[in-house]
């Protein structure tokens, strides 16, 4: 029992001693990792195309990966980057130098993982980098679209060729099955593949590309057809329905009581629907019509 009590007397003036030197040892090592850190980023003499503010550009948990990045159709550099999607312009950020970011709307495209993006606009605001999912005399790309009803956040950042630059966190939730089916696609023609075509609406793309192959068309217009009278039949059908009951019954209650069911039908087509895609392609639908365009010119 003495020898124990010795011990620890003898360890308490010990350990205060050894502490300060593991701390030191510690320091030097983050040190010595940040001095590394920092001859790389020295290293890179190309100006950023933009630069974020720390707050946003500062993620925690992420993995980088080797990346050809390509600035250009014949310019290209070779980082270690990671996508930030939820912007309505997607950028690159790169490891070697946070700050410096690669926007969808200043840049050609990126492969990383064996995959290959191409920079697209879907309208004035809204830039991605699409997947490529099927490549021919037509190529296709898709992209996730992230629903900006959660609203959105506005920040500034430094473009030196535009300095009206801005750009827009979109604030995601944190379960969006219901978006499950929203994708953004884009297609190249071979007559320019410098231009990334949107598919705002398939009727018009059917009309304008898709005519010289009529299976392709076809298809195209099929999905077009199912689709819309129910989007413009069932809401109005709806909205009758419950004026109807609510007016031929002696309260609101009870009016809303009765076409329940007609409401409680209708949201279940919509979500039915969402869930298999009826009311949006997937992107194995979209590369189905493509693939049937590109194989009648084989």
Same mark, same amino acid.
């Given at each position: 029992m003495i020898k124990k009590a010795f011990l620890l007397f003898a360890l308490s003036f010990l350990i205060p001693g050894l502490l300060p030197a593991q701390e030191a040892d510690s320091t030097k090592r983050e040190t010595s990792k940040e001095s590394r850190r920092e001859a790389r980023r020295n290293k890179k003499n190309q100006k950023p195309l933009a630069v974020v503010p720390p707050d946003l550009y500062d993620v925690p948990f992420v993995d980088y990966y080797p990346s050809t990045i390509f600035l250009s159709l014949d310019d290209s550099l070779k980082e270690a980057a990671y996508l930030r999607e939820n912007f309505t312009d997607? !950028?690159? $950020? &790169?490891? =070697?130098n946070p700050s410096r970011i690669y926007p969808a709307s200043l840049i050609y495209g990126f492969r990383q993982n064996g995959k290959y993006y191409r920079s697209c606009s879907f309208d004035a605001r809204n830039h991605v980098f699409g997947e490529l999912i099927v490549k021919g005399k037509m190529n296709l790309y898709y992209a996730r679209k992230l629903p900006q009803e959660g609203g959105i956040v506005e920040f500034i950042s430094s473009d030196p060729k535009n300095s009206s630059y801005r750009n827009f966190m979109? &604030? /995601?939730y944190g379960d969006r099955v219901r978006y499950a089916n929203d994708?953004? !696609? !884009? &297609? /190249?023609? =071979?007559s320019d593949s410098t231009q990334t075509i949107p598919l705002n609406n398939l009727k018009e793309f059917a009309d304008n590309?898709? /005519?010289g192959s009529? =299976?392709?068309y076809q298809m195209m217009m099929k999905f077009a057809k199912k689709? $819309?009278?129910a989007s413009r039949i069932i809401p109005p059908a709806i909205a009758m329905a419950t004026l109807?009951? &609510?007016v031929a019954s002696p309260s609101v209650e009870t009016g809303l009581l009765i076409s329940s069911p007609v409401i409680a039908g209708g949201m279940a087509y919509y979500l039915i629907g969402k869930r298999?895609?009826?009311f949006s392609l997937n992107p194995a639908g979209m590369a189905e019509i493509i693939m049937k365009y590109n194989h009648s010119f084989e």
């Open positions: 997607q !950028f690159i $950020s &790169v490891w =070697e979109i &604030v /995601t994708y953004y !696609f !884009f &297609v /190249t023609l =071979e590309h898709l /005519t009529p =299976e392709a689709r $819309s009278p109807v009951a &609510v298999k895609g009826l």
